[in-house]
């Protein structure tokens, strides 16, 4: 499969059906597009009460199938309504017989809570896995969530988890035609992820790569701490984390990237939420670059300053070389080596 010639799923397994439920359609079209099949008809009817339901209009019986939704929050339906339409429909589906249902998720919703930070803390993370294996799952996919093993280990059925390295590695080659780069972990708990990045562009670009983490503290909504970890002087320094909320840590790392004497600061995530007063914290903050995926559409930023500084890659060719794979039997893990 490739960008500009999209190759049909191996007729020998028969074609798989795509699903995109209201809010994913846009992207998953493009998906659709790279795999060379359309998407499939389904209906989606809301009451009066509130309540609603969803169905496939096309015969699912022994077929392969994907659901495509990304259960991020917008100004039409909470990530909660993403999440229960989306389980709701894999309920139909599996009702009307289908093989295999996967639930594609590119953002998944409550990846964060995932393990007991205080006494009588829920783990959302693993509610959020049994009512996936409730509704009849048999597979999820998903992008950069925020801890791999606690992902890996409250789900039964089995998961994909796909990474977007590689896309943010070949968009920043072109800096390091004469710049020295570090690659900085915006916290502790991301170093392995930042170091994941800096081995991959490290191995493309042929260079060496330095590394460095801050230290951040959070309790009750406030962060502290500001020791910088690592040596940034005289270097572009690229802040690596798998989200962005309100861009406060973002800004934070920046601004301690450039007090310890970094020449530029640019920043990657996966997810751009850009919640609450991310469009004004980002666009005052001393970042050049701030570059996300299409999981979340940069929508609370439009009409902003900041979006001048944020870059949106596509993530639309890993999703749909995934759901390929997937269904022929190939590698998935192999999209993420490199």
Do not use: W
């Amino acid at each position: 499969m490739n960008e500009t010639a999209p190759v049909p799923a191996s007729m020998h397994h028969g074609d798989p059906l795509l699903f995109a439920l209201a809010g994913s359609q846009d992207f998953a079209r493009d998906v659709a597009h790279r795999l060379g099949i359309p998407l499939s008809m389904h209906e989606e009817r809301n009451f009066e009460d509130g309540e609603h339901k969803a169905r496939p209009l096309v015969n699912v019986r022994d077929r392969d199938v994907f659901v495509l939704h990304s259960l991020y929050g917008d100004v039409r339906e909470s990530g909660n309504d993403k999440l229960i339409r989306l389980l709701f429909f894999v309920g139909a589906l599996k009702d009307a017989s289908a093989a295999r249902v996967t639930a594609v998720a590119p953002y998944l919703a409550y990846a964060r809570k995932d393990r007991k930070s205080k006494p009588r803390d829920p783990v959302i993370t693993r509610y959020v896995a049994a009512m996936f294996e409730a509704a009849g799952v048999d597979a999820v996919v998903t992008i950069d969530v925020h801890n791999l093993a606690a992902f890996q280990n409250a789900f039964r059925c089995r998961t994909e988890h796909l990474e977007a390295t590689r896309l943010f590695a070949a968009h920043f080659l072109p800096l390091l035609t004469d710049r020295e780069i570090v690659v900085v972990a915006p916290d502790a708990g991301g170093v392995k992820r930042a170091e994941q990045f800096r081995q991959c562009l490290g191995k493309i670009s042929g260079k060496g790569i330095g590394a460095a983490f801050a230290e951040k503290y959070r309790s009750e909504g406030v962060v502290s701490g500001n020791a910088l970890v690592g040596d940034v002087g005289g270097k572009d320094a690229i802040i690596v984390d798998d989200l962005i909320g309100s861009g406060t840590t973002l800004v934070r790392t920046a601004e301690s990237c450039l007090k310890h004497g970094a020449a530029r600061v640019f920043a990657a995530a996966t997810h751009g939420l850009f919640v609450g007063s991310a469009p004004a914290v980002l666009a005052g903050s001393p970042l050049q670059q701030i570059v996300v995926t299409d999981t979340v559409p940069a929508f609370r930023l439009e009409g902003s300053a900041a979006r001048s500084k944020v870059t949106v890659v596509s993530c639309a060719e890993l999703l749909a070389q995934a759901i390929h794979r997937f269904h022929t039997g190939g590698s998935v893990s192999a999209l993420s080596a490199f």
